[in-house]
């Protein structure tokens, strides 16, 4: 099973950019892929990109495609999550999960999640 902790999330102003990463450890397997999605307070978790461990394709889906780019470091066992045009409809809790495919509607291995706040 993978494990997966976030980082990168904080308090940024309306416009700005950020970078999360998920650090992934345990067994990777390399069909596999992993997940971001977001949960802002009182709604429901939404997808917001995935990429695939091996080959590198990627899904985006929701209100961030266009402003977001997923990338993966095989090396470090990374998957980063570049966030720009940031607005306060983006504030919620991000978290990376790993999947089968990108395809995939059954992500688990839940990380514990980053706080992104974004200031108007």
């Known amino acids: 099973q993978v494990q997966l902790v976030e980082s990168g999330g904080g308090l940024v102003q309306a416009g700005d950019s950020l970078r999360l990463s998920c650090a992934a450890s345990g067994r990777i397997v390399s069909s596999s892929a992993i997940g971001w999605f977001r949960q802002a307070p009182g709604k429901e978790r939404e997808f917001v990109a995935a990429i695939n461990w091996g080959g590198g394709s990627t899904r985006y889906e929701g209100s961030m495609k266009g402003r977001v780019t997923i990338s993966r470091d095989n090396a470090k066992n990374t998957v980063d999550l570049q966030m720009n045009s940031l607005n306060p409809e983006d504030t919620a809790i991000y978290y990376c999960?790993?999947?089968?495919?990108?395809?995939?509607?059954?992500?688990?291995?839940w990380g514990q999640g980053t706080q992104v706040t974004v200031s108007s």
């Open positions: 999960a790993s999947g089968p495919n990108i395809l995939s509607r059954a992500f688990g291995s």
